[in-house]
């Protein structure tokens, strides 16, 4: 691996995002990595508890809008200047993009999130967007006292990310401000809505983090997974699994009209894009 560390820490399964460089930007690399991480700690009998954090002065500043829309070779290899994605975009339009979202962030974030063990994430700096979708997944979340949470997307002509985790997050109204105003929510306030579990000082979060994970690992394996399951569930029949799918349709028209008045997947050129994250 190279974007992702993974180790293990008796029975805690640590996930790391060591893209500091990127501000922990994702692109398929790091995706990839990231769920054979989780993998990993979900098939390891020993681990108990799943630790989520990130190398650098911020979580994640979301998808990495530098790469380019030509596909990757057999040997799983772009070329060029630019790192590329599967997402041939220019030569099979929105079905290319579809297939691979549902894959890379919709799949990828609901496997995350339904893995029987419980997960912590550790969230310091920027969690923008993107960064939104590797830490909602997650069973609780501890935040540095310099966290921030916002999904600008919508500058962008898109709906919303692609795990449409808002409504659910931090209730129907805040998620409308979140979307509609681009504005960041700070750590206290994302407790106060119930997003975020804790809140303490940056310094103290990786030791808080583990400290908490320890303790639940202590737990019957089997009675953390039936815990998580029964939460998860009552979710699910309130509607959240069908919810998700369904935005994630909406958020493909967002696709699809950007590339029928622009030509490109979303209303803002690259540059400007990189300015906004």
Same mark, same amino acid.
């Given at each position: 691996m190279e974007h992702i560390i993974y180790e293990v820490d008796g029975p805690v399964g640590i996930i790391t995002l060591d893209r500091a460089e990127k501000a922990n930007a994702v692109d398929q690399q790091s995706? =990839?990595?990231?769920?054979? !991480?989780?993998?990993?700690?979900?098939? &390891?009998?020993? #681990? %108990?508890?799943?630790v989520l954090k990130a190398n650098g002065k911020?979580?994640?500043?979301?998808?990495?809008i530098s790469v380019t829309d030509q596909a990757v070779g057999d040997d799983g290899k772009a070329t060029g200047d630019n790192p590329g994605t599967q997402v041939d975009w220019k030569e099979r339009g929105l079905q290319a993009i579809?297939?691979?979202?549902?894959?890379?962030?919709?799949?990828?974030?609901?496997?995350?999130?339904?893995?029987?063990?419980?997960?912590?994430?550790?969230?310091?700096?920027?969690?923008?967007?993107?960064?939104?979708?590797?830490?909602?997944?997650? =069973?609780?979340?501890?935040? !540095?006292?310099?966290?921030?949470?916002? &999904?600008?997307? #919508? %500058?962008?002509?898109?709906?919303?990310?692609?795990?449409?985790?808002?409504?659910?997050?931090?209730?129907?109204?805040k998620?409308?401000?979140?979307?509609?105003?681009?504005?960041?929510?700070s750590a206290t306030e994302a407790e106060q809505l119930g997003m975020v579990n804790r809140v303490v000082p940056?310094?103290?979060?990786?030791?808080?983090?583990?400290?908490?994970?320890?303790?639940?690992?202590?737990?019957?394996?089997?009675a953390l997974a039936q815990a998580k399951r029964a939460v998860n569930q009552t979710m699910d029949v309130q509607?959240?699994?069908?919810?998700?799918?369904?935005?994630?349709?909406?958020?493909q028209t967002g696709h699809g009209n950007a590339m029928t008045v622009g030509g490109y997947p979303v209303m803002i050129n690259l540059e400007q894009m990189k300015k906004t994250n």
């Open positions: 995706l =990839d990595e990231m769920d054979e !991480a989780w993998s990993m700690a979900a098939a &390891d009998r020993d #681990v %108990r508890v799943i911020h979580f994640s500043s979301g998808h990495d579809y297939e691979w979202e549902t894959i890379h962030y919709l799949g990828y974030s609901r496997k995350w999130r339904d893995v029987p063990k419980p997960s912590i994430a550790a969230v310091q700096g920027a969690c923008i967007a993107g960064g939104l979708m590797l830490c909602w997944p997650c =069973d609780l979340i501890i935040a !540095a006292d310099n966290a921030r949470f916002s &999904d600008p997307v #919508v %500058r962008m002509g898109i709906g919303g990310v692609e795990y449409h985790g808002h409504t659910w997050e931090v209730g129907p109204r998620a409308k401000e979140m979307l509609f105003t681009a504005r960041n929510f940056l310094d103290d979060l990786v030791d808080e983090t583990l400290k908490l994970a320890h303790q639940i690992a202590e737990m019957h394996p089997f509607g959240f699994y069908t919810a998700l799918q369904s935005v994630f349709d909406i958020h």
